[in-house]
DNA sequence: GGACTATACACGTATATACAAGTCAATATT
DNA sequence: AATATTGACTTGTATATACGTGTATAGTCC
């Protein structure tokens, strides 16, 4: 922001140097920069120190660098904030609470039409399936409502969902690489009253993710909170990527 | 997952050698490992390699390094997931909609108690304070109620917030390090309801926002959205922290 | 013309070397 | 005893050098 007079490291000068041509517009989104070699005659630095502000700078998003062609300024990324939101367990945990859980139904069944489209599979192929109710302190605070690839996660039916959260045990079981999430308020209906111990009228939230590991898409999961007893929310640190 | 058996670079096969004491427990969460020349004599390479080996496991969050001192196993993470919330300017004009918005309140005001909590300013201390309805090709879709610490945008006021929204700014002007969020599904006032032109026993959305660059608190920004027209959500793709 | 080849050039990785800078403890000095 | 110095060890940065790998193109041969 401010001059930082203090004294930079020659790498961080180089990533500056390439960012202000890049945010002064002189180095215009998808246009190649100069090559290595090119910024070693241009800057006196040595091509190794020019590597890694360069390599920094693709790791942080702002560059594109293809071998043997060259260095390429990336799109600007969309404006957009991070939510980070944590697992049920851990947060009522946390908070110094005592998790349980109901399982209601915990079973493999033919895929619907929209569950097949939601984990791009054919409709009627087998699904596992499970439906249960998170409780704090013994009271009610979650539905969820999972459908698991059963190619990704084999021994899904034989878990013990009292033990870990199926969302704890999906994440330790592969890398999630993409997520779509859907976060929506609306009245829940009578069963969900029921189970959730609230009124008709009581608004809800409801949380719906979707999430990919490589290619394969691995669970669709749909979450009923209460608005009364629960929201979503945590605080998120951005870990370093500024210019500057 | 399975072994990939294509021929990695060193030190990725370096950093893999860490993650593998890590993971499996041998070098323990806040213990020391190795210093960069003990791992130089284990495994052969240079200290150049072993240095971008754990220099990026550091930036990765695995290991934390202190100089003069040593590398230390870094806390595992919690268990979360990550959304992404776009700036409703975006997201309107990627659907192809028209955005508009009716400024109703833009001035400086004495903070609140709890305004100046949020900011953590002291009370009745002045803040810049903007009320407005954004709307999707004509019809209203949110509320934004924001307070904006003047010290870090003393050009607030005079901005036109028919041109640009303030997040879209904010986010202009300053890079953020930290985000608190809130999501809560709530029935609105008679002012809500009047503003966003929907029913009284409509369930809304309320996303609180708190956003601070480096140590200083940036802006707590309010989001009132009705259930039946809006709700949050994105794809979010996880930049490649992988182990192996 | 079409296919192949040589070549130049880009980024990717690895090493050896050097010095700077921060930390800590043992030792010397006052 | 308190303070200062020194030295060992740590990470941080910078350079010169070398070779590997991927891409594009100009030129050559058929």
Redesign the pocket.
């Known amino acids: 922001m401010l001059q930082d007079t203090w ?7 180089i990533k500056n140097y390439v960012l202000d041509h890049i945010d002064s517009g002189k180095w215009k989104s998808g246009a190649r ?6 910024i ?1 005659k241009i800057l ?9 502000a ?2 920094e700078l ?1 790791v942080e998003g702002r560059v594109t ?7 390429f300024v990336a799109e600007p990324k969309p404006k957009a904030t991070l939510l980070e939101i944590r697992s049920i367990g851990e947060e009522i945990s946390q908070r110094g609470g005592i998790h349980s859980c109901r399982v209601i139904l915990q079973r493999s069944e033919p895929a619907s039409k929209s569950v097949a489209t939601a984990l791009n599979m054919a409709p009627n192929s087998p699904v596992f399936h499970v439906y249960m109710v998170h409780r704090e302190n013994g009271r009610p605070m979650q539905i969820e409502d999972r459908y698991v690839n059963p190619a990704v996660a084999p021994e899904f039916l034989d878990l013990d969902f009292t033990q870990i959260t199926p969302s704890d045990h999906l994440l330790d079981l592969l890398p999630v690489t993409e997520i779509e999430h859907k976060i929506s308020s609306r009245l829940a209906d009578k069963q969900e009253c029921d189970l959730l111990q609230i009124s008709p009228s009581e608004p809800c939230l409801e949380l719906c993710r979707r999430s990919w590991s490589g290619n394969r898409t691995v669970t669709h999961v749909r979450m009923v909170n209460p608005g009364s007893k629960y929201n979503v929310g945590g605080r998120f640190h951005v870990s370093d990527m500024t210019h500057s």
Chains 1, 2 share one sequence.
Do not use: D, F
């Open positions: 004294p930079k490291p020659l790498y961080q000068t920069i100069p090559s290595e070699s090119e070693v006196g630095a040595s091509r190794m120190t020019v590597n890694r360069i390599r693709s660098r293809i071998q043997g062609v060259g260095t």
